[in-house]
Structures are given as structure tokens and as C-alpha cells.
């Protein structure tokens, strides 16, 4: 028979996991069975890796298990949409409805708070966490999607501002202003008609606009993006960019001021040079004008500080319709 003092230590050199139970040997830091702590590990020891190890819940800011979600309102009593929000691609169009319509992508971490606030439909965007992902304003998949869908009859005001998603907006007549405002998004717009002034805005997006018809002022203002314009009729047009403006086809009533600052200008005009008092400087590049010329009741003042500009007159006056 083992002796009481041979059965001590053997007792002693044996232990058990209190994890799982398996019989480990004494000196052992992790459990072969299953890698839980034994003893207290040294600094620069790693457990040994487990079958099913368990990761930490950090949160669900990157979790979309909500989908796409939809609202309507009725359009009496609604005289202007208002969007801000900073990550958002806003698209806006007509439909054959008696509703102002809604769609947007919700996650757990983000969502859309839509409410009519006396006249106004004000749609802010609302984050559970109360701050955006650094994905968010960079990766383009991460940016959520709006549509808007506005009946015919729809004449109030449209103002759409968002930071770094793009707005697109088609087939829109109405009574109101529209306004669009983006950091580095795009702006694209086409066919569209208002009674009272057009005006959009971005820092570092493009822009890409066709037959706007503005009874007021049609005004862009452009960082380091194109602007791109065709098919633009107004009382009078103002443009503003650093990038290059590319013209096509615009008249104005009263005025045409484009100010190209380091880009290049090329602007074709449904009008005679006749009808114009025009100003052209270019103070690094050449102008197809001269510094002035003309003497008719519109004014037109085209400049750049680098760029070139060629402007060109189709002897075309289109009506606004």
C-alpha cells in the first residue's frame, strides 16, 4: 500500500479544471480540454486556442437586419419638404398619386424620423448611437437610400440637404423654390420647372443639370467639381465654380454671370450677341471676347482667374414656357 505521505504528494502534484473538469497536471497554466486558466499565466503567454472560443458583444452599429421602410402623407396642407441629413442619397420624381410617398433604408443604428410640423414635411435623419461610422461618410455601400415621390399637383417648396450623399431629382414642376445642398456629393436634376427660384450647392460633388426652367434666379454655386448645364432657362442665371463650367444651350431674361475662378468656361447661348452688354476677363487665360462689347439691356459677365472662356451665341431667343 502506497504510504499516507507517497499519497499526499501524489494528491498534491494532481488538479482538476474547474471549467470542465478534466484532471490536469500541477504546473499546468490552461486547461488541455478546454483552455480555461489553471493558474495565473505569465505576461507573454497566449491560451491555447479553444474549438468554439467566445468573442465580446461590442454593439450593432454595423447590423441592417431592418430593411427598407415606407410612409405616405396626404399633400393638402403639406407647402414644403425639407430633408437634412448627412449621410443620405436623396432621389426625388413625380408619380400618378394623391400622396407624398416615402422610402428609406433603416438599420439598428440609423433611421429616418418623418413628421409634419404645421405646413412643413421635415424628414431628419436620427442615429440610435449618436455618432456616423468613419465607413459611413467614405464607403459608398454604407450611405442609405431615400426616395421621394411627390403627386403632380405638388406646388410647395423642396429643400434637400444632405453631406455626403448625392441628391437626384426629375420630372418636378412646381409653384415653390427648390434648393439642393450637398458637401461632396453629386447633384443631378433634370426637367424641372418652378415659379420661383432654383438654387443648388456642393463644395467638392459635380453637377449635372438639364432643361430647368426658373421663373426668378437659377443660381449654382461648385467647388472642385464639373458643372454641367444644358437646356436652362430663367430670368436670370448666375453660376459659380472652381471646376470647370461646361454651358449648353442657356437663356436668361435679364442677366448671365459665370465665374469660373481657376476652371475653364465654354458656354453656348440661345440668344444674339446684340441683346447683351458683355464683360469678359480672364486674367491666365485667353477669352473668344473682348474685355467689353455690346451695348444691349442684358448683361452678361463672364470670368476666370486661370482657365480659358469661349463663349458662343446660337441667335436663337426661346420662349419660356
Known amino acids: 500500500m502506497m504510504s499516507a505521505k507517497k499519497l499526499k504528494e501524489v494528491s498534491a502534484m494532481v488538479k482538476y479544471c474547474s471549467q470542465c473538469?478534466?484532471?490536469v497536471q500541477r504546473g499546468t497554466i490552461y486547461c488541455t480540454g478546454c483552455g480555461a486558466v489553471i493558474g495565473s499565466p505569465p505576461p507573454h503567454a497566449n491560451p491555447l486556442p479553444r474549438d468554439n472560443p467566445v468573442f465580446p458583444f461590442?454593439?450593432?452599429?454595423?447590423?441592417?437586419?431592418?430593411?427598407?421602410?415606407?410612409?405616405?402623407?396626404?399633400?393638402?396642407?403639406?407647402?414644403?419638404v425639407h430633408v437634412a441629413c448627412k449621410v443620405l442619397n436623396i432621389e426625388v420624381l413625380s408619380a400618378e398619386s394623391e400622396k407624398i410617398r416615402i422610402e428609406w433604408d433603416e438599420t439598428s443604428s440609423w433611421g429616418l424620423?418623418?413628421?409634419q410640423r404645421g405646413d412643413c414635411l421635415q424628414l431628419d435623419e436620427r442615429d440610435y448611437l449618436g455618432f456616423h461610422s468613419f465607413g459611413d461618410f467614405f464607403n459608398i455601400n454604407q450611405r442609405k437610400e431615400l426616395r421621394i415621390e411627390l403627386p403632380k399637383e405638388y406646388n410647395g417648396i423642396l429643400i434637400l440637404e444632405t453631406e455626403t450623399g448625392s441628391i437626384s431629382i426629375r420630372d418636378i414642376t412646381t409653384e415653390g423654390r427648390i434648393e439642393?445642398?450637398?458637401t461632396v456629393g453629386n447633384i443631378r436634376a433634370k426637367n424641372l420647372k418652378t415659379n420661383s427660384y432654383f438654387r443648388a450647392d456642393t463644395q467638392a460633388g459635380g453637377m449635372d443639370i438639364s432643361y430647368i426652367d426658373s421663373a426668378e434666379c437659377f443660381s449654382v454655386a461648385g467647388g472642385v467639381g464639373q458643372i454641367t448645364m444644358s437646356g436652362v432657362r430663367s430670368d436670370k442665371?448666375?453660376?459659380?465654380?472652381?471646376?470647370l463650367v461646361d454651358c449648353r444651350y442657356i437663356y436668361a431674361e435679364t442677366s448671365i454671370s459665370i465665374n469660373g475662378s481657376t476652371g475653364e468656361v465654354r458656354c453656348s447661348i440661345d440668344d444674339v450677341a446684340e441683346n447683351f452688354t458683355a464683360q469678359c476677363q480672364s486674367s491666365g487665360g485667353y477669352c473668344n471676347l473682348p474685355d467689353t462689347s455690346g451695348n444691349g439691356p442684358k448683361a452678361l459677365?463672364?470670368?476666370?482667374?486661370?482657365?480659358?472662356?469661349?463663349?458662343?451665341?446660337?441667335?436663337?431667343?426661346?420662349r419660356l414656357s
Do not use: M, Y
Not at 301 to 318: C, E, K, Q, W
Open 180 to 182: 439642393f445642398k450637398t
Open 301 to 318: 459677365h463672364v470670368s476666370t482667374s486661370l482657365g480659358n472662356i469661349d463663349v458662343r451665341f446660337r441667335n436663337a431667343r426661346p
Open 21 to 23: 473538469g478534466r484532471q
Open 58 to 80: 461590442i454593439g450593432n452599429a454595423n447590423r441592417s437586419e431592418h430593411g427598407r421602410q415606407e410612409a405616405s402623407f396626404e399633400k393638402q396642407g403639406i407647402q414644403t
Open 237 to 243: 442665371i448666375e453660376v459659380s465654380s472652381s471646376g
Open 113 to 115: 424620423t418623418a413628421e
